[in-house]
């Protein structure tokens, strides 16, 4: 069984942004998946259904961790929505005798590490999909409509002899993301949740 033995590099690809075969493009609404990312690693994950259809590139694809962004339309009455946080401003704004109109659903966009693959410490049968968003939420986004841009591979998945080694892996693994992403080039242009804008074109993402 594979454990982490070497220093992993915290940084990785060039400065200058992703390189082919990257960006791929992933969407889907949010799924219930495996339910063990809170409960057992305290590190919630975010599921996709594995559809080839819809991502053709998946079915090649190889197994393991990648990073890039994701985009998510919370509802308005989601607490981390900025459509609810307009409403509330808008709302402030009209005076008392308005009526509070909640704002459409946008898509926000967040850093996120991901798995592709069978999870080997977990003996998955069923290859899946598994997003970790770098960020706190205030509630669960169950049917949420999500999309992903994946800028880049981290490593193949491993077996571990023990939980604690798998936690720290994914650990390292946001880590990895964080750093790779927070350059201007892999930054999107639109702008993300923390209020960091960059040159890269990630219309897809908010289209």
Not at 36 to 61: H, M, Q
Request: charge should be negative.
């Amino acid at each position: 069984m594979a454990e982490t033995t070497n220093p992993r590099p915290l940084i990785l690809y060039s400065d200058s942004g992703p390189e082919p075969p990257f960006p791929l493009c992933m969407e889907g609404a949010v799924i219930s998946g495996f339910g063990r990312g809170s409960k057992e690693l305290g590190i919630p994950t975010a599921n996709l259904p594995v559809d080839a259809a819809i991502a053709p590139w998946i079915a090649d694809v190889r197994s393991g961790v990648y990073f890039g962004w994701a985009s998510l339309a919370l509802p308005a009455t989601h607490p981390d929505s900025t459509a609810s946080t307009s409403a509330s401003t808008n709302h402030s704004n009209e005076g008392s005798s308005s009526t509070p109109q909640a704002t459409a659903s946008q898509f926000q966009i967040y850093p996120m590490v991901m798995s592709i693959g069978y999870n080997p410490f977990y003996k998955n049968t069923v290859r899946s999909a598994e997003v970790h968003v770098l960020h706190s939420f205030g509630a669960d986004f169950y049917d949420a409509p999500m999309r992903l841009l994946i800028l880049g591979f981290v490593r193949d998945e491993k077996d571990y002899n023990g939980l604690d080694a798998l936690i720290e892996d994914i650990r390292i693994d946001c880590d990895v993301a964080r750093r790779s992403l927070a350059r201007r080039a892999w930054t999107p242009i639109e702008g993300v949740v923390d209020g960091a804008k960059g040159t890269f074109d990630g219309a897809w993402l908010v289209r």
